[in-house]
């Protein structure tokens, strides 16, 4: 009865380890070279090229909660890069972003109306932890009004080629929770909208048109008036509380965004070593899962992609190096890749890759070839990446290519009035003996 008592227990104790290890979840782990986001969309780009690395429903559009700010950080800093205001421009709360602050629902901290405070001041109430009456009052002081800036972000939003996109107010809140403040010229319950491939290119242009903006969504902590500001990403480099399961090498932005129409939403970016990727999550469940599920979005582009040279600096086509000229003191000139071409690309993909010449039409005669004289290094059109694999090789700009210059990798001289007179004079009899040539043929034909 003992031992039976006691191979029982010893059963019971295996039961219960099994189950324990089949009940506790590890990190997710993909399959080499694939990765499953839970997201309703989401997408992964190279920041130096602006190529797609990885995208899921990225064309749909979705409200974007307070990754709208990108935005807004945008213009603000156009705004200081042209003159127009400084960061140490002050300005007073009016009674609308002041509503906004006093608000408990929304995201920020209570401004106090009758202080003035620096572009600076407001702009890290913004990028740290998603101020919307600080986000207002910037859009108030650079345009008038929110009305008019959001005008200006919807034209911004053109000019840098946002493939989907709509702007109703400075935030990412709803219309609706604005009430009468609502910006004249949009509709009372009107969202802003953005795709995630929209939202890359708009994180895409902020930090490499102003990488200033880095240095704010990287900051972990500051203050305003006294009160402590703590960055909303879990994804940076804390150490003193539960974030740091969400840490990840390099991070250091960019906009969280949170509403009940858009979940839980996120563009993250993160650099390691001369690499760095753009990340955007839209719509996933909980503040975790979309912090979660960025770490997987760069792990992805991190480890399953590298920067490679794939043609060097100086590079010719077999066979296609020389373009004829005409009336020059040679009859042709090579040419060369003026630059290395170099790409993120997928591990185990080198020989998947080659390039053609896309020659500029308007510097060709007619018959193709060129006339001298021809500088050496001179653009005679562009080196043109293609890919050969499977699905697309996708840019953020749109046109797919990546391209260097092709450049003469020597000059050619123009001839003397004398060379070109004998060889006018050789053209000319050329001509008149062909003719003769084509004509007696002919008769005997």
């Known amino acids: 009865m003992r031992n039976l008592s006691k191979k029982i227990s010893i059963l019971l104790m295996i039961v219960t380890i099994a189950m324990a290890t089949f009940a506790i979840k590890p990190f997710e782990t993909q399959a080499a070279g694939t990765v499953e986001v839970n997201a309703e969309s989401a997408i992964v780009v190279d920041a130096n090229t602006g190529k797609i690395l990885y995208e899921?429903?990225?064309?749909?559009?979705?409200?974007?909660?307070?990754?709208?700010?990108?935005?807004?950080?945008?213009?603000?800093?156009?705004?200081?890069?042209?003159?127009e205001i400084t960061w140490e421009t002050t300005t007073q709360i009016s009674d609308y972003p002041y509503s906004i602050s006093a608000n408990p629902t929304f995201s920020g901290i209570g401004l106090i109306q009758d202080k003035q405070y620096t572009v600076r001041q407001l702009y890290e109430g913004m990028s740290i932890i998603s101020?919307?009456?600080?986000?207002?009052?910037?859009a108030e002081l650079i345009a008038g009004s929110e009305s008019e800036f959001v005008k200006m972000m919807n034209a911004k939003a053109e000019e840098l080629g946002l493939p989907e996109y709509q702007f109703v107010n400075s935030t990412g809140l709803s219309n609706a929770d604005l009430g009468e403040n609502y910006p004249e010229g949009t509709k009372p319950d009107a969202d802003n909208?953005?795709?995630?491939?929209?939202?890359?290119?708009?994180?895409?242009?902020?930090?490499?048109?102003?990488?200033?903006?880095?240095?704010?969504?990287?900051?972990?902590?500051?203050?305003l008036d006294g009160r402590p500001l703590q960055n909303l990403n879990w994804m940076l480099p804390w150490e003193d509380?539960?974030?740091?399961?969400?840490?990840?090498?390099?991070?250091?932005?960019?906009?969280?965004?949170?509403?009940?129409?858009?979940?839980?939403?996120?563009?993250g970016t993160a650099q390691q070593g001369d690499r760095r990727v753009i990340t955007v999550v839209m719509k996933t469940s909980s503040e975790g899962e979309r912090f979660a599920e960025t770490k997987k979005l760069m792990e992805y582009g991190f480890t399953q992609f590298d920067q490679v040279e794939l043609f060097p600096k100086g590079y010719q086509i077999e066979g296609e190096s020389v373009i004829p000229v005409e009336k020059g003191k040679k009859d042709q000139v090579e040419v060369e890749a003026k630059d290395s071409i170099t790409?993120?690309?997928?591990?185990?993909?080198?020989?998947?890759?080659?390039?053609?010449?896309?020659?500029?039409?308007?510097?060709?005669?007619?018959?193709?070839?060129?006339?001298?004289?021809?500088?050496?290094?001179?653009?005679?059109?562009?080196?043109v990446l293609q890919y050969k694999g499977e699905g697309e090789n996708a840019y953020l700009q749109g046109d797919n290519e990546q391209t260097v210059d092709l450049v003469a990798s020597k000059a050619v001289e123009k001839s003397n009035w004398f060379m070109l007179t004998l060889e006018a004079i050789g053209d000319f009899f050329g001509?008149?003996?062909?003719?003769?040539?084509?004509?007696?043929k002919g008769l005997f034909s």
Do not use: W
Request: proline fraction near 3%; charged fraction near 25%; aromatic fraction near 10%.
């Open 56 to 83: 899921k429903n990225a064309d749909q559009m979705l409200p974007p909660a307070s990754m709208t700010k990108m935005m807004t950080e945008y213009l603000v800093l156009e705004a200081i890069n042209n003159g």
């Open 131 to 138: 101020d919307n009456a600080t986000t207002i009052a910037l």
């Open 193 to 223: 909208l953005m795709s995630a491939r929209s939202a890359a290119k708009l994180a895409y242009h902020l930090i490499n048109d102003y990488p200033e903006a880095l240095e704010f969504s990287s900051k972990m902590r500051s203050e």
């Open 241 to 267: 509380n539960n974030f740091t399961q969400y840490g990840y090498e390099g991070v250091d932005g960019l906009k969280t965004g949170y509403t009940t129409e858009a979940g839980y939403c996120f563009t």
């Open 343 to 383: 790409s993120m690309i997928k591990k185990g993909e080198e020989d998947l890759y080659e390039v053609t010449y896309q020659l500029d039409e308007k510097k060709l005669n007619k018959d193709g070839s060129l006339t001298a004289p021809i500088k050496k290094g001179e653009k005679l059109g562009e080196v």
């Open 431 to 440: 001509n008149i003996f062909s003719t003769i040539v084509d004509f007696v």
